[in-house]
């Protein structure tokens, strides 16, 4: 019993020892974990937050879109917009509603000119602060061809001179022939049409649909377009 009770003595000596020499580092340690394991549920719980917030007011902005008679001007729409854009500016409703936003006012600038500028807008902010790389190549593509429609032929090239990407560069492409094009520059056209019947040729769905459309504008133009690669070579 004795040497039972002297092991146990020698057990809790050592423990006191390490304890003393080591345990203002643990409890440090220890706070460390804690706080961190409560600052990440905190920001999980904040970000939800948001999300939920943002997909409420994404909700809201989609009825305003849905019944334009209600919002002849689009001033309800603007708004919505901006509060969107104030208030939950990283989160992927933002980015979802400044392409229909800007969808919207594009198709309201047919008969109110002056939407078109909120279209432009909207497709602007997306392009500049958009986090998904995605998002703000659908909006770069959607600008340019807004500023081609009313003949700023250097500010739309701009907007396509960013690395696109592999998916959407066959697109740039042709935009960008549609804007040479437009200018009469028909060499430039014809080299960016190329670039784009390349780039569809390694797509298959709707890029096979596109191709065509794109081989079309050659023909026009008296460019024989580049052959299909066979399907073993690709």
Known sequence: MAHFDLEEQEKLAQIKHFWKQYGNLLTALLVVLVLALAGWWGWKAWQN???TQATALYEELERIAANPG??????RLMRAMTDMKDRFPRTAQAQQAALQVAAVHAQAGLTQPARLD???AALQWLAEEGRDEGY????RLRLAGLLLDAQSYDAALAQLSADFLPQ???LAADRRGDIYLAQGKKTEA?????KASQGLDTQTGAGENYKQLVDAKLAALG???PSAAP???R
């Open 223 to 225: 460019v024989q377009a």
């Open 190 to 194: 014809a080299a960016e049409y190329l």
């Open 49 to 51: 937050h948001q999300v």
């Open 231 to 233: 399907a073993g070579g």
């Open 118 to 120: 909120a279209a432009r």
């Open 70 to 75: 209600a919002d002849p001007d689009g001033a």
């Open 168 to 170: 959407f560069a066959p």
């Open 136 to 139: 703000r190549a659908l909006a």
